[in-house]
């Protein structure tokens, strides 16, 4: 199973401010992603990476941008955070290689509220 | 995008029934996955299944990858009011990257 972290769990800020979401996981998973999920809905995705240097953009058109220089780092940031960036983010990984490769692994999220 | 619907969309038992319920598309998938989300957290993986008309156990949950590859189902015996939470569904096509997942079961269990 694998270990994935994000910071911070919750966050309150101002509309206009800069944030990075972290996300790193311990296992050396090649593919990390990012998804967003409103309170009780399903996730959709938004960024996902298939290894160092790689990044592609998802399903659900976001205003964030991503980036992964080592294996084990995926934050997400937000240039300009507006209120409707409120939300929660989850971040998942999982292995590159063997049967469980399907298999997405996902952080504790990080809900956002933007004021 | 896919869109993997799932029912019942909410559940109301009693403590110690049993549950079922179900997700189902239009597209063939090779991978179907349940996870189990907490309020506040991230999804946590139940159980994976990878061949049609596989049944695969974890404690009191079973879930079944449909025959047809279109479908799967997952069942709680004997539920405890931990078991209290939103069940995902997720399928996965071969080739791709990314997982669908459904639109959700919310599922609450009444001590």
């Known amino acids: 199973e694998a270990d994935i972290y994000q910071t911070p769990r919750y966050l309150v800020i101002g509309t206009g401010k800069k944030i990075t979401l972290e996300c790193s996981q311990t296992?050396?998973?090649?593919?990390m992603y990012w998804y967003q999920q409103d309170p009780g809905m399903e996730l959709h995705l938004i960024h996902y990476s298939y290894g160092v240097n790689s990044t592609e953009k998802g399903d659900l058109s976001s205003e964030s941008t991503v980036s992964r220089i080592r294996t084990e780092h995926f934050p997400l940031t937000l240039e300009s955070a507006r209120p409707s960036h409120t939300s929660q983010y989850l971040c998942?990984?999982?292995?590159?290689?063997?049967?469980?490769?399907?298999?997405?692994?996902f952080g504790p999220g990080t809900r956002l509220t933007v004021l | 995008g896919q869109q993997l619907n799932q029912s019942p969309q909410s559940m109301f038992i009693q403590e110690g029934e049993d549950v079922s319920m179900n997700c189902t598309s239009s597209?063939?998938?090779?991978?179907w996955l349940w996870y189990k989300q907490d309020p506040g957290e991230g999804p946590v993986l139940l159980i994976a299944l990878y061949k049609a008309g596989e049944l695969t156990s974890n404690g009191r949950l079973t879930a079944q990858f449909g025959i047809t590859r279109k479908d799967s189902f997952l069942n709680i015996s004997a539920s405890i009011p931990s078991d209290v939470g939103i069940y995902f569904c997720a399928g996965q096509k071969t080739g791709a990257n990314n997982l669908f997942f459904g639109t959700g079961t919310r599922l609450t269990v009444i001590p």
């Open positions: 998942a990984s999982r292995p590159g290689r063997g049967h469980s490769t399907d298999t997405q692994y």
């Open positions: 597209s063939i998938f090779n991978t």
């Open positions: 296992m050396g998973h090649d593919k």
